[in-house]
C-alpha cells in the first residue's frame, strides 16, 4: 500500500448501495487530513489503518526507529476519539501483564479479575518481535475472538477493537520473528519508509516552530470522526458488491502464490478473504459501491505479501517476497 492514489474527498453520486453513509465516509477521509497535522508523509500507513478498522482487521506496521510509528497510532486515535493504549513489548513482558491476572481481594477474600491494557479500542503493540512467543501469543485469542479467557472465564473486548503492532525490520538481534500462524492474523501489513527530502525538512520545520508529539492538542489535533462513523462505514462496506469475475480473479491470485517454485507457504483462502475484505473497503473509500481488478491490485502487497514464506534456496538467490507477488499479479488475466 505504497503506490496507490489516494481517495478523492468528494463523495460521487450514489453509486449502488456502498455509496451509502456519505457522512460517515467524509468524516474518515477528513481522519487522513487531521493525523497529517502531527505526522508527515506517512499518508499509506493512515489509509492501511482506516482499512483494518473498517473491515475489523488488525495491522503490522513495519519501520526502522524514527518514522513515526507510534505518533501515527497515537494521532489516530486522538482524530477518531478513541481509547487508545501502549505497551513496550520487552523480553520480560508476561502474558498476564498484557491480558490481565486474577487479583486476590483481602475484602471479599476472592479473587476478581483486573483487566490489561488489551481491554481498550486500539492497542499499540510496540516492537512485537521483542518479547518471546508465549507472550506473542497472548494476543492470538485477542485478535480472533475479541476476548480474554482467565480462569475459564471469557471477557470480551471493547469494540471496535484493533491491534497496531510495530517492528524493526533490520535489527535482529534479541528479537523473536512472529511465527507464520500469527503473521496471517493481521490483516495488512504496511512498511513505513523513511520520508524523502522534503517530507523530511517540513518534519524538521514543525519542530523548529516548537511541534511537541507528546501533546497532539497543542499540534491542533481534534477529533473529526466517530466510533458511530467507523460502525457506519463498516456496515456500508459489507454492502460493497463483489463480482463473480472479480472473486475467481482475487482466488486465482491466491492460487498463483501456491504454485511459484520459489514459494514454501502461499497464500492460504484466509489470504484470500482478506483481500476480498480489504478490497472492498478501498472501494467503499473512494465512493464506489462495487469492487474493481484496480482495487483488489492496490490492496494486494499490503495484505498478502506478509502471508508467503519463501524457500530457503530462493532466499539464498536474492528472491525477494514482493516480486513474487508481482509475478503472481501479473501471471492472472485481469478480467474486463
Known amino acids: 500500500m505504497t503506490d496507490y492514489p489516494a481517495p478523492t474527498q468528494t463523495v460521487p453520486a450514489q453509486d449502488g448501495p456502498a455509496a451509502a453513509a456519505p457522512d460517515a465516509r467524509a468524516a474518515l477521509l477528513a481522519v487522513r487530513a487531521e493525523v497529517a497535522k502531527a505526522v508527515v508523509g ?83 503493540a510496540d516492537e512485537i518481535n521483542r518479547t518471546p512467543p508465549k507472550t506473542q501469543s497472548a494476543l492470538l485469542e485477542a485478535m480472533e475472538e475479541r476476548q480474554v479467557s482467565v480462569d475459564g472465564r471469557a471477557h470480551p473486548l471493547p469494540v471496535p477493537f484493533m491491534v497496531a503492532a510495530t517492528q524493526n525490520p533490520v535489527e535482529y538481534e534479541g528479537t523473536y520473528p512472529l511465527p507464520e500462524a500469527q503473521l496471517d492474523r493481521f490483516l495488512l501489513k504496511v512498511s513505513l519508509p523513511v520520508p524523502p527530502r522534503d517530507d523530511e525538512i517540513a518534519v524538521l520545520r514543525r519542530h523548529a516552530t516548537g511541534f511537541d508529539p507528546r501533546d497532539l492538542a497543542a499540534a491542533g489535533l481534534r477529533p473529526v470522526a466517530s466510533v458511530d462513523d467507523l460502525a ?7 454492502t460493497v458488491e463483489i463480482s463473480e469475475e472479480v472473486t475467481a480473479y482475487i482466488v486465482d491470485i491466491a492460487r498463483a502464490t501456491r504454485t511459484s517454485p520459489s514459494v514454501a507457504l502461499g497464500v492460504s483462502p484466509r489470504g484470500a478473504t482478506a483481500l476480498m475484505a480489504t478490497s472492498r473497503a478501498w472501494a467503499w473509500m473512494n465512493g464506489r459501491g462495487y469492487v474493481t481488478p484496480d482495487d483488489v491490485k492496490a490492496l494486494a502487497h499490503a495484505t498478502l505479501a506478509h502471508r508467503l514464506s519463501l524457500r530457503p534456496e530462493a532466499e539464498l538467490e536474492g528472491v525477494s517476497v514482493g516480486a513474487v507477488l508481482h509475478s503472481a499479479l501479473g501471471a492472472v488475466p485481469v478480467p474486463r
Open 232 to 238: 457506519a462505514g463498516a456496515e456500508a462496506v459489507r
Open 42 to 124: 506517512q499518508d499509506a500507513a493512515v489509509a492501511g489503518l482506516l482499512v483494518a478498522l473498517l473491515t475489523g482487521g488488525h495491522i503490522l506496521l513495519e519501520g526502522v526507529p524514527g518514522v513515526a510509528k507510534t505518533l501515527l497510532v497515537r494521532s489516530l486515535a486522538a482524530a477518531l476519539s478513541v481509547e487508545t493504549k501502549r505497551v513496550q513489548f520487552t523480553p520480560d513482558l508476561m502474558p498476564g501483564d498484557l491480558t490481565g491476572s486474577l487479583i486476590y481481594d483481602a475484602s471479599t477474600s476472592d479473587f476478581t479479575f483486573r483487566a490489561g491494557p488489551v481491554f481498550t479500542n486500539l492497542l499499540l
